[in-house]
Nanobody
Framework: QLMESGGGWVQPGGSLRLSCTVS????????MGWFRQPPGKQRELVAT???????NYGDAVKGRFTISRDNAKNTIYLQMNNLESEDTDVYYC??????????????WGQGTRVTVSS
């Protein structure tokens, strides 16, 4: 089960922090990252992070967003700074098992909405 939080409204240039927690008895299942789906487009990468902390970012958010994790809480965070109107979207957290090298057979959360406007 995925639990997402932290969405909301913010003015351009502002900041928000999203959180995603995976609740499971399977110790190899982790929250892996965030994705969003602009209108009329396919779901796109925002940022991912491995259990060991290796990160990957979509080109649109590099330098503005930072993903981090707390393995003790099985939670990841997305710190979003200098937000732009183009960042307005529903942000989906994805969880997946980790086999030591890669994630596989992932699942989605329900999403949390981020609105950036003046």
């Amino acid at each position: 089960q995925l639990m997402e939080s932290g969405g909301g409204w913010v003015q351009p240039g502002g900041s928000l922090r999203l959180s995603c927690t995976v609740s499971t008895s399977i110790y190899t299942v982790y929250p892996m990252g965030w994705f969003r789906q602009p209108p009329g487009k396919q779901r796109e990468l925002v940022a991912t992070i491995t259990p060991g902390g290796v990160t990957n970012y979509g080109d649109a958010v590099k330098g503005r967003f930072t993903i981090s994790r707390d393995n003790a809480k099985n939670t990841i965070y997305l710190q979003m700074n200098n937000l732009e109107s183009e960042d307005t979207d529903v942000y989906y957290c994805r969880g997946a098992p980790w086999d030591g090298e890669r994630y596989y057979n992932g699942f989605w959360g329900q999403g949390t909405r981020v609105t950036v406007s003046s």
